[in-house]
């Protein structure tokens, strides 16, 4: 059946190197290594269907064969994945995911409304559910006020850990009229880390050119110093599998 263009599409970004994870991730990318018995991408893929976001887009690089041949049109998990692959050195955040048009399904067909990326490289009981309502908050502020003052993204913070002490962004008290909170820039305290989990709107990814490589940092900066960024604070487990110490961690469970 030809998908719904107007469903809310996801992107997994799984193109990174993996390189604090040497020598395993030598032989495997990232998003294969097994984390309490599943490929960590599996747990992915297994959270969007179970939210009913079949529509996914999986950017790939390293080792990207692996990936495809594990998760593969996305029929074993109810989901329809597309692929998109970048040069070896991948093409950094904002690249690969301009790259990747994740508002464009399998079809051909252009959806303009807000889509959810998600690092495969963390662990997370996150409800990805979550991601449609925020979207169609993003819609419609977007529809009723234009798209010149209405956020751009919605950013997933978390409590800082251990290894990332002085977090990353601050999140301000809900707006008394919309109930937004509006992402800061890091505080002198109480400042938390952005989760690798957001919902963008494509308008963000305008300005980049297909291939080429450009960070995601510049263009959350730049949203948030306009006002334009806004975020929520999620409290339950979370965790960025990025060294071989973590990972023994997040398997000891």
Not at 151 to 169: A, E, K, M, S, T
């Amino acid at each position: 059946m030809k998908p719904n263009a107007e469903r809310l599409h996801a992107m997994i970004l799984a193109a990174g190197r993996g390189e604090r994870l040497r020598p395993l991730t030598d032989k495997i990318p990232k998003p294969m290594v097994l984390v309490q018995g599943k490929p960590l991408i599996q747990w992915h893929l297994e959270a969007l269907a179970a939210a009913r976001i079949t529509e996914v887009v999986i950017n790939l690089a390293h080792l990207g064969d692996q990936i495809q041949s594990f998760a593969g049109s996305g029929a074993a998990f109810g989901l329809n994945i597309r692929y998109s692959q970048e040069p070896l050195g991948a093409l950094e955040t904002a690249g690969g995911i301009a790259t990747a048009r994740p508002w464009t399904d399998s079809y051909g067909q252009h959806n303009p409304r807000p889509f959810l990326v998600i690092n495969a490289d963390v662990f997370t009981d996150w409800p990805a559910a979550q991601a449609i309502s925020i979207a169609k908050d993003l819609a419609g502020m977007k529809s009723a006020h234009g798209q010149n003052s209405t956020p751009q993204c919605h950013l997933v913070l978390v409590d800082n850990p251990g290894h990332h002490p002085l977090g990353d962004f601050g999140l301000g008290a809900p707006d008394s009229r919309s109930g937004l909170r509006h992402v800061s820039r890091r505080p002198a305290a109480g400042s938390l880390t952005f989760s690798g989990i957001g919902v963008y709107d494509p308008e963000l990814f305008a300005a980049i050119r297909p291939g080429e490589r450009s960070a995601l940092a510049p263009l959350l900066f730049q949203a948030v110093d306009q006002g334009r960024c806004v975020g929520s604070h999620f409290r339950g487990a979370w965790s960025d599998v990025g060294t071989p110490d973590r990972l023994r961690q997040l398997n000891s469970v």
